[in-house]
C-alpha cells in the first residue's frame, strides 16, 4: 500500500498551533521566546521533509512538540560539557587537560563573581598591574629573579622571541625544531615572532661547535625546546643548557629555553623518567623559560615566564603583550593551585593531576573492583578488571607509561554502538575500544562518578535489549 502523501501533509500542524500547546506554554519558564518558536519551525520542518522523502512512519502532534523539545536541548545546552575520562590519558588535550583542585574551583567563583584588584593596587589606592599576581610566588617555587604570565605558552615563547631576538638571530639545534598538536611548529612561531632562525645541527647529534661556529654578530640568542612529546634516542647527543651558558657569557648573548609541560617537582619518584624542573633550568642559568600552566602544573592555562628579572622588564614593555594578556580567571586559579607547591607533598596531595600521576596501583585496582561490583548488582554484562597503561598525556613523558587497572566489557551489541550510547549519554562517558572490547581505565575516574556511571551502563544496555 503506497503513501498518501496529501494526507500526510495534512497531518502536519500550523506553528501557531503547537505553540499554543500546554507542553510548549510552560516552556517559556525555562526557554527563550525566539529559541522556542525556531525549534516548533524546525520540528515541522523535519516531519515535512520525511514526508517528502516518502517514510513510512505515523505522527501526531505530541511527536512534533518532543522534536521541538529536543532541538530547544540541543541548541540551548552549551557545547562545553563536562565528561567523564576513562581513556587513562590524565593530561589529555581533547579532554581539557588539567583538572583544578576543589579549593582552586570555590576561589575562581568568589573572583568571577565580585570584582576584584585585578589592576587595582589596594595599599596605594591608585591604578595596579595585573602582571603582580602569582609572581612572587612563582619566584619563590622557580628561584628565578622574576616571572610573567600570559595565555598560554605559545604566547610565552613568541613574546620571548619578539622582545630578544626581533630581526636578529636565534639559534635552535635541527633536534629540538618540535611540532606539537594541530601541526604547530616551534619554528613557525620563531619565524612570525620577527627572529632569524638559524638551525644547527643534526636532527639527532649537535655539539658545541655546531653553535659556536653559528655565532656572529646578528645572534640575539640560543634557543633550548625541550622535546617533550617524542625523544632522540640511540646515536644521539645534545649540548647540556650549563655548557650553553658558558658559551653564551663568552659571546654576550642570552639563553633562552621552552621546557614546554614543564613540571615544578621532580616526577621520577613516580616510575616517571627524570626530566628537568624549571627550577633545575634556572639553576643551570637559564636567562628565561617558558612553560605551560595547564600541563605538569596542574593549573589553568597560561604561559609563564620565568627568569632575568631585567629580560622579564623588556618583555612587560613589549606591546604585543596587551594581546596576550592573561585575565582575572586564570590569575586567580594559577595563583591558588601555586600554593600549594609550597609544600611538595601538599602539591602531590592536593593537585589532581599531580594525585593521578602518583596514585599507587593498588589504589586503581580497589577502586576497578569496587565499580564492576557496582555494575554487576544493576546489570549482567560480560567484564573483567584486566591490566593496562595510563599515560601523563598534553605531550608529556612520551616513552613512560603507567600501571593501571581497567574494566573490560564485551557488551551484547556491537561494541560502537556501547561506545556510541556512553559517550552520548547525559554524563558523556569516553572510554577506549580494542578488538570488540570497550576499556575504562580508573586512574582518572572518580569514586563520585560511579554511581552516574552504573546508572548510564544500566540504561545504554536495556535500551539496546528492547525490542524495537
Known amino acids: 500500500m503506497g503513501i498518501d502523501l ?20 510552560e516552556a517559556y519558564e525555562e526557554y527563550p521566546e525566539s529559541l522556542i518558536k525556531d525549534s516548533v519551525r524546525e520540528s515541522i520542518e523535519f516531519f515535512r521533509n520525511r514526508i517528502l522523502n516518502k517514510e513510512e512512519f505515523d505522527f501526531y502532534n505530541k511527536d ?19 565528561v567523564i575520562n576513562a581513556t587513562g590519558v590524565i593530561l589529555h588535550t581533547n579532554l581539557g587537560r588539567s583538572l583544578l583542585n576543589e579549593k582552586v574551583v570555590d ?10 584588584n585585578l589592576e587595582y593596587d589596594l595599599d596605594e589606592g591608585k591604578r595596579g598591574s595585573r602582571y603582580v599576581h602569582a609572581v612572587e610566588l612563582l619566584k619563590r617555587i622557580t628561584k628565578a629573579e622574576d616571572a610573567v604570565v600570559v595565555n598560554n605558552n605559545a604566547s610565552a615563547v613568541f613574546l620571548t622571541l619578539n622582545t630578544l631576538a626581533q630581526n636578529k638571530e636565534a639559534i635552535i639545534s635541527r633536534g629540538e625544531l618540535v611540532e606539537v598538536g594541530g601541526s604547530f611548529r616551534i619554528s613557525s612561531i620563531m619565524e612570525k615572532s ?3 632562525l638559524v638551525e644547527v645541527g643534526s636532527t639527532n647529534k649537535t655539539h658545541m661547535y655546531d653553535y659556536e661556529d653559528n655565532i656572529n654578530e646578528e645572534t640575539a640568542l640560543i634557543m633550548k625546546v625541550h622535546t617533550s612529546n617524542y625523544s632522540v634516542v640511540g646515536f644521539s647527543e645534545s649540548v647540556s643548557g650549563d655548557e650553553l651558558r658558558q658559551l653564551c657569557d663568552e659571546k654576550g648573548i642570552h639563553l633562552i629555553e621552552d621546557l614546554g609541560s614543564g613540571s615544578l617537582i621532580d616526577l621520577s619518584k613516580f616510575g616517571l623518567s627524570y626530566e628537568r624542573t624549571v627550577k633545575d633550568c634556572i639553576n ?13 602544573l596542574g593549573g589553568p592555562q597560561a604561559g609563564i615566564i620565568v627568569g632575568k628579572k631585567e629580560l622579564i622588564s623588556k618583555i612587560k614593555k613589549n606591546q604585543l603583550l596587551r594581546a596576550f594578556r592573561v585575565d582575572k580567571f586564570t590569575l586567580g586559579a594559577l595563583e591558588e593551585t601555586l600554593k600549594f607547591y609550597l609544600d611538595e607533598e601538599k602539591a602531590i596531595a592536593n593537585i589532581p593531576t599531580l594525585k593521578m600521576i602518583s596514585m599507587p596501583k593498588e589504589e586503581i585496582l580497589r577502586k576497578a573492583e569496587k565499580l564492576k561490583s557496582m555494575i554487576e548488582k544493576e546489570v549482567d554484562l560480560n567484564m573483567e578488571i584486566v591490566e593496562s597503561q595510563s599515560e601523563v598525556g ?8 603507567l600501571d593501571s587497572y581497567s574494566i573490560a566489557i564485551k557488551p551484547d551489541m556491537k ?7 556512553l559517550r552520548l549519554s547525559k554524563d558523556h562517558i569516553i572510554g577506549t575500544v580494542h578488538d ?17 556511571i552504573v546508572k548510564v551502563i544500566k540504561l545504554n544496555t536495556i535500551l539496546k535489549k528492547m525490542p524495537m
Do not use: H, W
Open 194 to 196: 620577527g627572529a632569524k
Open 64 to 82: 512534533v512538540i518532543d522534536k521541538a523539545f529536543e532541538l530547544m536541548d540541543k541548541n540551548f545546552s552549551p557545547s562545553l560539557k563536562p
Open 415 to 421: 561494541v560502537s554502538e556501547f561506545e556510541r550510547g
Open 6 to 25: 496529501k494526507e500526510m501533509f495534512k497531518k502536519l500542524p500550523q506553528v501557531s498551533e503547537i505553540l499554543e500547546s500546554e507542553e510548549i506554554l
Open 284 to 296: 643551570e642559568g637559564i636567562d628565561l623559560v617558558s612553560f605551560s600552566g595547564d600541563k605538569i
Open 436 to 452: 570488540d572490547t570497550f576499556f575504562m581505565d580508573l586512574r582518572c575516574i572518580f569514586e563520585k562518578d560511579f554511581e552516574r
Open 107 to 116: 576561589n575562581l567563583c568568589k573572583i568571577a563573581g565580585n570584582y576584584s
Open 394 to 401: 598534553g605531550g608529556a613523558y612520551p616513552l613512560d607509561k
